[in-house]
Nanobody, 122 residues
Framework: QVQLVESGGGSVQAGGSLRLSCVTSGYVYNRYYMAWFRQLPGKEREGVATMHPDSRTTYADAVKGRFTVSRDNAKSTLYLQMNSLAPEDSAMYYC????????????????WGQGTQVTVSS
């Protein structure tokens, strides 16, 4: 069974920072490509960031320069460091695992975590 467990969400003021974590098993971490997505109520889920095992990254335009994705191979964990947060970053953030490298399309991901809520107040 594939399990992805996100943590680190919360409420911050605009300009603040949060770091999200996504922990999974070593099997999933090494077999699939992992990424971060987010979804606002009533809107489609959108890709945020992903990192290939060789350290190449893909970011959504809306977060470039503010968010940083990283991996800890020893902990089978994917991180998302979010700086300069703005109210429009408020969303449920999801970790996902799939078979396509460097993709931010929901169609390329088969496994999803339960999500962690990020709320940014102005």
């Amino acid at each position: 069974q594939v399990q992805l467990v996100e943590s680190g969400g919360g409420s911050v003021q605009a300009g603040g920072s949060l770091r999200l974590s996504c922990v999974t098993s070593g099997y999933v971490y090494n077999r699939y490509y992992m990424a971060w997505f987010r979804q606002l109520p009533g809107k489609e889920r959108e890709g945020v960031a992903t990192m290939h095992p060789d350290s190449r990254t893909t970011y959504a335009d809306a977060v470039k320069g503010r968010f940083t994705v990283s991996r800890d191979n020893a902990k089978s964990t994917l991180y998302l460091q979010m700086n300069s947060l703005a109210p429009e970053d408020s969303a449920m953030y999801y970790c996902a695992a799939g078979a396509i490298p460097l993709s931010l399309s929901t169609r390329d991901f088969s496994f999803w975590g339960q999500g962690t809520q990020v709320t940014v107040s102005s």
